[in-house]
Structures are given as structure tokens and as C-alpha cells.
Antibody, heavy 118, light 111 residues
Framework: EVQLLESGGGLVQPGGSLRLSCAAS????????MTWVRQAPGKGLEWVAL????????FYEDSVRGRFTISRDISTSTLYLQLNSLRAEDTAVYYC???????????WGQGILVTVAS | QSALTQPPSASGSPGQSVTISCTGT??????????VSWYQQHPRKAPKLIIS???KRPSGVPDRFSGSRSGNTASLTVSGLQAEDEADYYC??????????FGGGTKLTVL
């Protein structure tokens, strides 16, 4: 059974940093692309970043490029999202998720809340 | 990166059919790689994949859910509406250049 368990969320001041972790299990982690998707309170889904399974290449949505970094530790099957220079508009539930075929997200974590406020 | 366009709301009575549209461009929804997906999200829950690759249903998803595409517009049809289908629905697509984009979401109400 695929499981994705996020941790590391919380309240942070504007300009601050946070690191989200996602412990993955139930599949061969290194073989699959992984992604972070966020959802601001009362708003829709927004893709944030992805990391490819084969190459480890990373790519970002325009508003987070240069501030957020997606990475992974294959030895522990853990996905990370480093969030720097946080802004109020980054406040959201952040979902860790696994890609299946054709960029379909076939498994999602339960989500972790990040609140940026003073 | 602008979102794909979905109607903010849709509704239907139990047993009826409802179709939700998702409009993009030839770089995403209309592209040859057929990477349109649909997700169902109930309140305070994580999204769930219900359609991938334009029209494929993952195991366990009822066949009341179907997907299609015409040009740059994808559609999700829910047939035989049931109370539990009331939820938010999102489309997504690969846009090329290693970018994924979502629609703004459609709130489906079962009357």
C-alpha cells in the first residue's frame, strides 16, 4: 500500500524558512517522479514543484522558483521541500504526491499546513 | 503560469448526468501527449485521481465517471449522479517544459 506522510509544517514569520518532509512507502521511490501541490485556504490546487524519478531533475512553478527547493533522499525514501523567503501568499496546505503515467498524480499525502504570518 | 479554465460551479439532480469542462491550449490540454487528469476532492480531504490520460479510469473508480477531449477542451462527465459525488473537481495537464498546471476547480452540487 502506497503511503505518503508529510511533516514539518507550522507557523513561520514572513521572510522565514521551513522544511517539509514526506516519508514514502509501498513503492520503489527512486523509480517515480514526485511532486508538491499546494492549496491556499478556500482556494484551488496549485502545482509547486516536481522531481523526476530517473534523472532527479527538478522544476518549479514561476512564483516559487529561486525560493523553494525540492529534493529527495533515495536511501530513506523521503521527499523534501525547502521553503525560503516565505510570503503571506505561501500560506497553504502542502500535499506531497506521486506521479503515475502521463503526469497523473495517483497518490497524495494527507497534507500539511504552512502558515506565514507575523 | 495561468490555470486551465473550469466553470466555478455545476449542479444536477440525483440520477442525472453533468459535464464539467476544462479549457486550455494546444500546449497542454490539446497536446499530443494526452496528459489530462481529473481529481475529486471532498471537504478537508486530499484530492483523489478519478481520470488519467484524458479518459482512463483508475481501478476502483466507478464507471459513472468518464473523460473525453475535443481540441483544447477536456470534459468530465458524471452519469447517474449520487449524493456522494458532491465535491470539488479539478483538471490538470502537463504543459511541456516540465510544468504541470491545474484548473481553478468546479464545485459540483447534487440538488
Amino acid at each position: 500500500e502506497v503511503q505518503l506522510l508529510e511533516s514539518g509544517g507550522g507557523l513561520v514569520q514572513p521572510g522565514g524558512s521551513l522544511r517539509l518532509s514526506c516519508a514514502a512507502s509501498g513503492f520503489t521511490f527512486r523509480n517515480y517522479g514526485m511532486t508538491w501541490v499546494r492549496q491556499a485556504p478556500g482556494k484551488g490546487l496549485e502545482w509547486v514543484a516536481l522531481i523526476y524519478g530517473d534523472s532527479g531533475g527538478t522544476f518549479y512553478e514561476d512564483s516559487v522558483r529561486g525560493r523553494f527547493t525540492i529534493s529527495r533522499d533515495i536511501s530513506t525514501s523521503t521527499l523534501y521541500l525547502q521553503l525560503n523567503s516565505l510570503r503571506a501568499e505561501d500560506t497553504a496546505v502542502y500535499y506531497c504526491a506521486k506521479f503515475g503515467n502521463a503526469y497523473a498524480i495517483d497518490y497524495w499525502g494527507q497534507g500539511i499546513l504552512v502558515t506565514v504570518a507575523s | 503560469q495561468s490555470a486551465l479554465t473550469q466553470p466555478p460551479s455545476a449542479s444536477g439532480s440525483p440520477g442525472q448526468s453533468v459535464t464539467i469542462s476544462c479549457t486550455g491550449t494546444s500546449n497542454d490540454v490539446g497536446a499530443a501527449y494526452k496528459s489530462v487528469s481529473w481529481y475529486q476532492q471532498h471537504p478537508r480531504k486530499a484530492p483523489k485521481l478519478i481520470i488519467s490520460e484524458v479518459s482512463k479510469r483508475p481501478s476502483g473508480v466507478p464507471d459513472r465517471f468518464s473523460g473525453s477531449r475535443s481540441g483544447n477542451t477536456a470534459s468530465l462527465t458524471v452519469s447517474g449522479l449520487q449524493a456522494e459525488d458532491e465535491a470539488d473537481y479539478y483538471c490538470s495537464s502537463y504543459r511541456g517544459n516540465d510544468i504541470v498546471v491545474f484548473g481553478g476547480g468546479t464545485k459540483l452540487t447534487v440538488l
